[in-house]
């Protein structure tokens, strides 16, 4: 058999997909997409009568505490993020030393691993709520999705995990989850639904 | 049509599923008889006004929820998990 040549290399979530640059309306960019890279990401599913010690353990662990609502916990170097009644996803800006909170987590909930199941993106510029507007139905305005508040729902029938972070200078901040294999469905919208306000891309770590 | 998700809030009933009655309770496997089988599997009410439903929120939360509707004006009157439900007892 002839030796194939084959790259091992990894492939973030958005290559082939998305690339930095511009595109759209000339002039300043109303919308920032940063395709985040890196992160370490895994669901956490608690029995209802393990939550209490999973809770415990996280809070000892982290310092946080499990949201039980829509929203998202931060700390400096972890996430917990709100996915459904008695689940949460737990993410890292590095997955050094991921595996090893995942085992001591794993003793009071289901968890796995889904660091590379997910694409990320993180929208900023004032007119990203415009964006978002087109895609999500859910209400956006600062005064019904609060800095910190989680959804999950569909965008253009891709399903997808949404939240607001801090605001920054120039307008609020979301960032948006996607099975990592809708990724190229989600951008077709975004590309379309973006382009009128003008948008720059760039990569970034998450 | 909007549903209030225990869980999510009001959310358009795109994102929810349909299942049917959620009040028809499952005969016990093999030893049920054929005509409580056949009652269970195809014999439904179809009510002009207050129904209990099973509606699936796939696009949100993936929780199983009972909605209390009214056929008529798909007015809903109460939303509730249905997990609480089969804890609870055997209805």
């Known amino acids: 058999m002839a030796e194939t040549a084959t790259s091992w290399d990894p492939r973030g979530a958005w290559a082939g997909i998305a690339q930095p640059g511009s595109f759209g309306a000339k002039g300043e960019a109303g919308v920032f997409a940063i395709m985040l890279e890196g992160f370490g990401l895994a669901s956490v599913i608690a029995e209802p009568d393990t939550t209490a010690a999973l809770s415990q353990t996280v809070e000892a662990l982290l310092g946080l505490t499990l949201p039980p609502t829509p929203r998202i916990a931060r700390g400096p170097a972890h996430d917990i993020v709100w996915a459904g009644p008695d689940q949460w996803l737990l993410r890292t800006a590095s997955r050094n030393g991921f595996t090893g909170l995942l085992s001591e987590l794993s003793a009071h909930a289901a968890v796995s691993e889904q660091s590379d199941a997910r694409a990320a993106l993180r929208l900023s510029g004032p007119r990203a709520r415009d964006v978002l507007a087109k895609g999500v139905m859910l209400d956006l305005h600062p005064t019904a999705f609060a800095i910190g508040d989680v959804a999950l729902t569909n965008v253009a029938y891709v399903g997808a995990h949404l939240w607001r972070l801090d605001d920054a200078a120039d307008g609020p901040v979301f960032e948006i989850l996607l099975p990592r294999s809708m990724a190229g469905s989600f951008w077709s919208w975004f590309v379309a639904s973006a382009r009128e306000f003008g948008c720059r891309v760039a990569s970034g770590r998450g | ?91």
């Open chain 2, 1 to 91: 049509m909007r549903i209030n998700c225990p869980h999510c809030g009001a959310r358009d009933a795109q994102e929810f599923t349909y299942l049917g009655a959620a009040d028809p309770q499952r005969p016990d496997g093999l030893a049920a008889t054929e005509a409580a089988m056949t009652d269970y599997v195809y014999m439904r009410d179809n009510p002009a006004g207050p129904h209990r439903e099973l509606w699936y929120h796939g696009a949100g939360c993936h929780s199983w929820l009972i909605v209390t509707r009214d056929t008529r004006t798909h007015a809903i009157a109460l939303v509730e998990p249905a997990k609480t439900r089969k804890a609870g007892a055997a209805a």
